[in-house]
């Protein structure tokens, strides 16, 4: 801390406008400490800027341009709330959050910033557990079964219109009903092409029926999910999300580092993800109200990748469920550029506000600067200034204070965290994942018998029953033919020779016999089973749509 920024300090005079901003920060209960309130250029560390443990659960914001430290405000949170035994979950899109886990390095620049904010710095790592959508780069596998996610859900994340979500609906009503368990997306294809051939089409016609345009466009839709990659995430084992809400033997909240740099491409996979887990967080959470501090903390970083692009249906469900789940404990932070990346309609759910610096180089700068002006209460600082003053690790922070009113604007540098600002090396990362408690549980995907097997061998034991019954009806035929020849080759026989009255009973007999022992003859036999298979197999492949009967 230089001699300017002390003095002030050390006068122990504080400007009005500074005195107010510290009373709104005075907390009695739990609370983060973020750093050190700036005004006037001068850090003033007895003047300290913390959020409320208990707010945490009221959502939240990190914004800021590239570089200058949203990433380590975002860790700096995430371990003090792991030091609060809170849970944390941080979605990691570049790889450099994985660094939490191990202690930080101590330096200059480390004991710099703790001395000008106030801060009694000590190098610690935090529990982690490292996790990977399908196994796609390192960590532990996350999936999914298509029917945990339900038609709904599936049908906002493939875009279907109404009726085609309710055609998806009847879908899962017939595969729940004949225990056709849709486990990944090769079940739900079997399940759809199966309810539209001639042999399932009858399923469902008492409940409505589904279309062949309708079934065409779901299985077009669930052809192009796959090509974003959700073939992998959809699966067995299941991922259980009882699993992030634990904390370390100590105590300490574990910190759930989803890894998700090998698929920052697959935007559409990483949104279904997230749709996912916050559905499943809330349907099995019990509503608990307002905590002292949060069962879990999400942070997504690089938000706007879940928004670019995204239907309206998936804004709603993630406008709903930030609404909702604040009452089951769950706090929702977004980390991204600027304010706009976030719907309004979410923007307006985030209680808790750091936004670091922003640049103004072109006019869309400019708009996106005053913009995020708009969204701050009044304050006495010339934010568009200062907005594009703050250095690295500087931030504007409003936050809810312990009665839930939104606090002053305070200009902040903020504290250093005190885990490792980077990524963690692979071997090590490697090594946690595989001597994570949960490596053996999730780690090896499991293709067991489900709608896929099932459909597959109805329709292989229905081939086959045609076949049979195809080769017996043709062994009658035949039979009845061989008869209808020997009687006639009989009569012949009769009528060259014997005359009537000339023993005409005792060669009756004989002819009779002589029909018997064709038929009961192996030769025959043959004959009618080769007949019987080759008409059975071409009635079959006709049937199932494999191949057509030449006329």
Known sequence: MSDSESTAENAGVLPEPARE????????????DLGALLWDGICLPDVQ????????????????????GKTKTLQLIAEQLSANGVPVFLADIKGDVSGIAAPGTPGDRVAERAGQVGQEWQAEGFPCEFYALGGIGPGIPLRATVTSFGPVLLSKVLE???????????????????GLE??????????????????????????????????????????????????????????????????????????????LAAVQDKPQLFSTFLMWLLADLFHDLPEVGDLDRPKLVFFFDEAHLLFDGASKAFLESITRTVRLIRSKGIGIFFVTQTPRDVPAEVLAQLGNRVQHALRAFTPDDAKALRSTVKTFPN???????????????????????????????????????RSLMGPCPAAELDAAVKGSPLYGSYAQAVDRESAYEKLS????????????????????????ADRAAVEEAVRGERGRGRGPGGGGGKAAEEDA???????????????????????????????????????
């Open 21 to 32: 901003i510290a009373a709104g920060y005075a907390v009695s209960g739990a609370a983060l």
């Open 49 to 68: 800027i913390r959020i409320p443990l208990a707010m945490l659960n009221r959502h939240g914001l990190v914004a800021g341009a590239t570089g200058t």
């Open 160 to 178: 279907l219109n109404q009726t085609q979500e309710q055609s998806l609906g009847l879908i899962f009503h017939y595969a729940d009903s004949k």
């Open 182 to 259: 849709l486990v990944d997306l090769k079940d739900l294809r079997a399940v759809v092409a199966f309810l539209v051939s001639d042999t399932g089409k009858a399923e469902l016609k008492g409940i409505g029926g589904l279309s062949t345009a309708t079934a065409g466009v779901i299985l077009r839709s669930i052809t192009a999910f796959e090509q974003q990659g959700a073939g992998d995430f959809f699966g067995e084992p299941e991922f259980d999300t009882a699993e992030l809400l634990r904390q370390a033997p100590d105590g300490r909240g574990l910190v759930s580092v989803l890894e």
């Open 379 to 417: 304050s006495p600082y010339d934010l568009e200034e200062l907005l594009t003053q703050l250095g690295i690790g500087e931030a504007v922070i409003t936050v809810l204070s312990e009665n839930g009113a939104p606090t002053p604007v305070a200009a902040t540098r903020l504290r250093a965290p």
């Open 457 to 480: 061998a109805g329709q292989e034991a229905e081939r086959r029953a045609a076949e049979a019954e195809t080769a017996a009806t043709a062994a009658k035929a035949a039979e009845a």
């Open 513 to 551: 016999s002589l029909v018997e022992q064709v038929v009961r003859s192996g030769m025959f036999r043959s004959l009618a089973r080769s007949v019987g298979t080759q008409l059975g197999r071409e009635i079959s492949r006709s049937l199932f749509g494999t191949a057509r009967r030449r006329r």
